[in-house]
T-cell receptor, first 115, second 115 residues
């Protein structure tokens, strides 16, 4: 069964510290992996999408890496700010036929950046 | 770009009542997804459409759930009759094209409470 796991479920850091968020998945045959941000009472905002053929993607202070062989992705947020406080979700598009166009989501990591 | 628009934002109703959730995707997007988010199960895909046609409804939990997309700018998710265990946040998302290499854009969700 294709599963996505995010550990820890919650994380608290002081402002200015770098954030490291982990995502693991059970099957290395994937189309892509996406990182989303969710603010309380809001929908998901796509942050980065990494194609299967890519090793990393960068956008501003955000950098996401992908290691298919080990089934892992890491989201780095440099010099964290209180505005980075949110829940971050990882989602994988698996390659098996049964998965279709489906995104399988991890449970998310709730981040609090303390000023 | 107005983003994905969902209505209502909140719905509280008694069990047994019919519930209809509405979604307007981003103009020009031809894939539409309905998700459900709960604390216990996280984010789950219920159904998705390509060019107004339902492609995969394997995530729809029971026959009480139905979804339609009568045209490219409108979709509904209906629950009849509703039960307390249907209480969740329901998200609609849309995506340009049918390929997996485009990120999905989410609405702010409908928070549904069945008493």
């Amino acid at each position: 069964k294709q599963e996505v796991t995010q550990i820890p479920a919650a994380l608290s850091v002081p402002e200015g510290e770098n954030l490291v968020l982990n995502c693991s998945f059970t099957d290395s045959a994937i189309y892509n992996l996406q990182w989303f941000r969710q603010d309380p009472g809001k929908g998901l905002t796509s942050l980065l999408l990494i194609q299967s053929s890519q090793r990393e993607q960068t956008s501003g202070r955000l950098n996401a890496s992908l290691d298919k062989s080990s089934g892992r992705s890491t989201l780095y947020i440099a010099a964290s700010q209180p505005g980075d406080s949110a829940t971050y979700l990882c989602a994988v598009s698996f390659m098996i036929k049964a998965a279709g166009n489906k995104l399988t989501f991890g449970g998310g990591t709730r981040v609090l950046v303390k000023p | 770009d107005a983003g994905v628009i969902q209505s209502p934002r909140h719905e509280v109703t008694e069990m047994g009542q019919e519930v209809t959730l509405r979604c307007k995707p981003i103009s020009g997007h031809n894939s539409l997804f309905w998700y459900r988010q709960t604390m216990m199960r996280g984010l789950e895909l219920l159904i998705y459409f390509n060019n107004n046609v339902p492609i995969d409804d394997s995530g729809m939990p029971e026959d009480r759930f139905s979804a339609k997309m009568p045209n490219a700018s409108f979709s509904t998710l209906k629950i009849q009759p509703s039960e307390p265990r249907d209480s969740a946040v329901y998200f609609c998302a849309s995506r340009p094209g049918q390929g997996r290499d485009q990120p999905q854009h989410f609405g702010d969700g409908t928070r549904l409470s069945i008493l």
